[in-house]
Nanobody, 123 residues
Framework: QVQLVESGGGLVQTGGSLRLSCAAS????????MGWFRQAPGKEREFVAG????????PYSDSVKGRFTISRDNAKNTVYLQMNSLKPEDTAVYYC????????????????WGQGTQVTVSS
């Protein structure tokens, strides 16, 4: 089993940056693809970015491509989401999730989820 704990959320102005972290428990972290999702009030949860187990592949949603960067440190059991050029529409609760796969399948089943961290971008 994998437990995930997100951190790094907060309030930032438009154009600012934040880095989210997701710390994972367990010795099998490096065998999981990881993903970041977000859910804004009144909207469905959406895929933001994913990263393969080795870190070599990282798909992004069109809405964040070029602004967000996902990375992972398997030695530290941690996945990151660097968010730059933030916009008010990026405001949401951000969740990290683990998928039993080598490469992430954004529309597939993610087996473990964190509790989420709030990101608010003011205009």
């Amino acid at each position: 089993q994998v437990q995930l704990v997100e951190s790094g959320g907060g309030l930032v102005q438009t154009g600012g940056s934040l880095r989210l972290s997701c710390a994972a428990s367990g010795r099998t972290f490096s065998s999981y693809a990881m993903g970041w999702f977000r859910q804004a009030p009144g909207k469905e949860r959406e895929f933001v970015a994913g990263i393969s187990a080795s870190g070599g592949m990282s798909p992004y949603s069109d809405s964040v491509k070029g602004r967000f960067t996902i990375s992972r440190d398997n030695a530290k059991n941690t996945v990151y989401l660097q968010m730059n050029s933030l916009k008010p529409e990026d405001t949401a609760v951000y969740y990290c999730a683990a998928q039993r796969a080598i490469v992430p399948v954004p529309t597939g089943l993610f087996d473990y989820w964190g509790q989420g961290t709030q990101v608010t971008v003011s205009s």
